[in-house]
């Protein structure tokens, strides 16, 4: 009796161990998981500012072409590609 209440203990020693491990394993990964979303969320801004500054430039391009001519317009355009390489 007590050499099968001595493989109980070891056996719920080892699932313990087990449950341990897999919980650190998952712990990690989801802080992996974190950071790979906050490293993706600040790439996805720095795009979107990128974006609306583009957006805004192309907005005052176009009230402005009422009065300026179709080649000063593509000129612009041209330096402006230029500029961002």
Known sequence: MLENERRRVEDL?????????????ALESE????ALLVSEKAYLTSQLEKLESIES?????CSYRSQVSLPTLLRCADFGRSLRG
Not at 31 to 34: C, D, L, S
């Open 13 to 25: 020693k080892e699932s313990y161990d087990k449950l341990r491990n897999e919980t650190a394993t």
């Open 31 to 34: 802080k992996r998981t974190v």
């Open 57 to 61: 430039s192309v907005s005052r391009l």
